[in-house]
């Protein structure tokens, strides 16, 4: 699977979800949409085309975003477990 086909497959996860979804999983779910998009780009341009270096750039873009002051604990830890979520959902389709 290259990163776009990853890309897809997060970002189809979070639109599948948006129908059921509590405020805080709409919060998550929104919030990662960026991230991811802005990993893909990135990798993209510096020629990093592995599914790990998008997962790496998004925990990275997250770890600076929660430095940066953007998230506060309890937003922390529903984002991080919405991603986690994501990530297993997406691993599973794969399988």
Do not use: C, P
Not at 66 to 80: A, M, P, R, Y
Not at 83 to 93: C, H, P, T, V
């Amino acid at each position: 699977m290259n990163i776009f086909e990853f890309e897809r497959l997060l970002l189809a996860e979070i639109d599948d979800q948006v129908a059921e979804a509590s405020d805080d999983q709409l919060f998550a779910g929104g919030y990662l949409r960026g991230h991811i998009t802005l990993a893909v780009a990135q990798s993209e341009i510096a020629g990093r085309t592995h599914v790990r270096d998008v997962k790496a750039r998004v925990k990275t873009s997250l770890n600076q975003a929660i430095l940066s002051g953007e998230l506060n604990d309890d937003d922390q830890k529903l984002v991080f477990a919405y991603w986690n979520q994501l990530l297993a959902r997406a691993e599973a389709d794969l399988s």
